[in-house]
T-cell receptor, first 113, second 112 residues
Framework: QQQVKQSPQSLIVQKGGIPIINCAYENTAFDYFPWYQQFPGKGPALLIA?????SEKKEGRFTISFNKSAKQFSLHIMDSQPGDSATYFC????????????FGKGTHLIIQP | NAGVTQTPKFQVLKTGQSMTLQCAQDMNHEYMSWYRQDPGMGLRLIHY???????DQGEVPNGYNVSRSTTEDFPLRLLSAAPSQTSVYFCASSPGTSRGYTFGSGTRLTVV
């Protein structure tokens, strides 16, 4: 049973465009939703995270939108650059992360120059 | 700070062998966890810990043991390696509630 569903699997966007990655979850006990960026051969790195009492959070060019009633959240990357090309994972956790993270399957993003 | 240090970076095992993947963090983080990453599967939680002496099972715990005798260290033991355990293993730590996890650089394990 996949608790966090992520789409699309892959995404190609022109430089300056706004890639959007979507995630949906089933477990209403989840209370912490981070996004991670991973480059080949490296470990995932935390980008931005949100709690369900907030509908939107921005950090630099990265924005999370959160819809609690629909049990969905998404990542938007503003003014995307070729250096943003990476694999992005959404995740969810109960107890603010104490129980570890449940990840989506990832989105391979390519930003074309 | 070295962050989260995983050793070894690469390992080849024969089926049936045992080994321990090491994970150490120098940030005094409470939470630690282990994940495996397989192509097309994302990262899956193996075991996690909220503090020294406390561990629990994640999504895919079979074939793996952990212990947390100190805040800093969280080793993962493969009891009898199987080819299905061929994967990249990541250790991560977090300072606490909703504070985010820092990941190590991973151990690439091949079981032949």
């Amino acid at each position: 049973q996949q608790q966090v569903k992520q789409s699309p699997q892959s995404l190609i966007v022109q430089k300056g465009g706004i890639p959007i990655i979507n995630c949906a979850y089933e477990n209403t006990a989840f209370d912490y939703f981070p996004w991670y960026q991973q480059f080949p051969g490296k470990g995932p790195a935390l980008l931005i995270a949100i709690r369900p009492d907030v509908s939107e959070k921005k950090e630099g060019r990265f924005t999370i939108s959160f819809n609690k009633s629909a049990k969905q959240f998404s990542l938007h990357i503003m003014d995307s650059q070729p250096g943003d090309s990476a694999t992005y994972f959404c995740a969810a956790s109960m107890r603010g992360g104490a129980d570890g993270l449940t990840f989506g399957k990832g989105t391979h993003l390519i930003i074309q120059p | 700070n070295a962050g989260v240090t995983q050793t070894p970076k690469f390992q080849v095992l024969k089926t049936g062998q045992s080994m321990t993947l090491q994970c150490a963090q120098d940030m005094n983080h409470e939470y630690m966890s282990w994940y495996r990453q397989d192509p097309g599967m994302g990262l899956r939680l193996i075991h996690y810990s909220v503090g020294a002496g406390i561990t629990d099972q994640g999504e895919v715990p079979n074939g793996y043991n952990v212990s947390r005798s100190t805040t800093e260290d969280f080793p993962l033991r493969l009891l009898s390696a199987a080819p299905s355990q061929t994967s990249v293993y990541f250790c991560a730590s977090s300072p606490g509630t909703s504070r985010g996890y820092t990941f190590g650089s991973g151990t690439r394990l091949t079981v032949v």
